[in-house]
């Protein structure tokens, strides 16, 4: 109907409360979707929205705001037209005005400029709204906390570069001190902010940890809400997937603990970090998963497995499992013993499950390790050609040295089923039957 040309001049009118309405329309509309906030650019109306700005009351700059961030929500290409028409430099005016509403909504408009890539996120910065963002965080009002706790997460989230400019204006130490805020939103974005910063490099993890947020931290994972568990769970991930140092230090604070306790205590993806923050502590070294085996964290990995819908949350727990039992035959029969390889052979044969769930479950991790056989035995009635050979072959290293393993395996038809698997001559697994088959008398192979 062509309401857009009819707000326009509206945003110039001599009464303030008319400029202000004609801009909360504009700024519903672009909201709306990506078509409307299209139709906000091709109309010429961001240059007219900034035109008076700075000499606007609150209301009008709060309204102005609100537009630059519904237009800039929806596309790159839309947030980047945002930052051509200059509105970073309003947004800035607004960051720097008394009233906390307005910085508030320019807090809003940039983060959802920031959040699209790097180079938008970098315009943000250089227009210097980082260190007005750390002053944001530390006022009184927690909306505005919130908001600019949740933007400074998402300019650091693209690059370590970006994230070296936050860290630079001094947010780790403010946003530390947040953690333990009795708001849960405040909370989430906070936990969110030290993540994006945490996740880049050594460094950035290591002045995140020296703004002494263990054990603090941990508590979050002990929280009612579910995505303050979910974000702390992943701050502790971000920080335990780069060094075993790093790592060992979340072990000493009594992390892989609460990590365990948490996941036993939710469900769905909220389980997702703490899983994947154990599988890398048990990934850097044997004894780092020792302590994953030792605070009794297969029980818990195997019960993800299990209960979970998701391919990616079974593929997540598949994989941990795999990064516990690689090191030794210790930490193989640790897992071994959790009754968990039928279940994962079961994963790796079914044809619906997903390609990454597939390769995640394959146990050839666990496999070239495990000298446990009577976990490995069941698995010799199902395994497809790939998985046998890794079988066998763990049979054709035990049962030449254990005599008892010997008998067992004739008495439990172990050394019957191996008689009737086909193999290639010459293959790899011919030459593991061969190896068991020799350590029997003729008359009983025969």
């Known amino acids: ?251 000493n604070a009594g992390g892989v603990a609460a990590v365990i306790d948490c996941i036993g205590s939710c469900r769905g993806t909220v389980r997702l970090p703490g899983i994947m923050m154990l599988g890398y502590v048990a990934a850097h070294s044997e004894n780092l998963s020792m302590a994953v085996i030792v605070s009794k964290g297969i029980p818990p990995l195997c019960a993800c497995l299990i209960e979970e819908h998701e391919d990616h949350i079974k593929a997540a727990a598949a994989w941990a499992l795999g990064q516990v039992g690689r090191h030794t035959p210790e930490h193989a029969r640790a897992v071994a013993v959790a009754n968990v390889l039928p279940t994962l052979l079961a994963m790796y044969m079914d044809t619906r499950s997903s390609e990454d769930l597939q390769m995640k479950a394959t146990l050839k991790n666990i496999l070239q390790k495990c000298t446990y056989l009577p976990a490995l035995e069941p698995l010799l009635h199902d395994a497809p050609p790939n998985i046998m050979k890794h079988i066998v072959g763990q049979f054709s290293k035990v049962l030449p040295h254990d005599s008892k393993a010997r008998r067992l395996f004739v008495t439990t038809g172990g050394l019957k089923k191996v008689q009737e698997i086909k193999a290639e001559p010459g293959s790899l697994l011919q030459e593991y039957i061969n190896t068991i088959n020799n350590c029997y008398p003729e008359e009983i192979v025969r």
Not at 76 to 90: I, K, N, R
Request: with cysteine; hydrophobic share 50%; net charge negative.
């Open 1 to 251: 109907s062509g309401v857009m040309s009819l707000l326009r001049p509206l945003l110039l009118d001599v009464v303030p409360t008319i400029q202000q309405t004609a801009a909360l329309a504009l700024g519903r509309l672009a909201n709306y979707n990506d078509d409307l906030a299209e139709a906000v650019v091709k109309g010429d109306i961001l240059p007219q929205l900034m035109c008076s700005l700075s000499e606007q009351n609150r209301f009008y700059k709060k309204a102005a705001a609100f537009v630059l961030r519904a237009v800039g929500k929806h596309s790159p290409q839309l947030a980047q037209a945002v930052v051509q028409c200059g509105a970073l430099e309003m947004l800035v005016i607004c960051l720097e005005d008394f009233d906390p509403g307005v910085k508030e909504a320019a807090s809003w408009a940039l983060e959802y400029i920031a959040r699209h890539n790097s180079e938008l996120s970098q315009a943000v910065v250089d227009a210097g709204t980082v260190p007005l963002l750390v002053l944001c965080i530390q006022e009184p009002e927690i909306a505005l906390k919130r908001i600019a706790a949740s933007t400074l997460s998402d300019i650091s989230k693209h690059s370590p570069e970006l994230a070296q400019t936050v860290v630079d204006a001094g947010a780790i130490a403010h946003l530390a001190q947040m953690i333990l805020n009795p708001d849960a939103k405040l909370k989430r974005q906070v936990l969110s902010a030290l993540s994006q910063i945490a996740k880049h490099s050594v460094d950035l993890a290591e002045l995140v940890v020296e703004a002494e947020i263990f054990p603090v931290v941990l508590t979050c994972l002990k929280d009612s809400d579910e995505y303050v568990k979910k974000n702390g769970a992943t701050l502790i991930r971000e920080i335990a997937k780069h060094t075993p140092e790093l790592s060992q230090l979340i072990v």
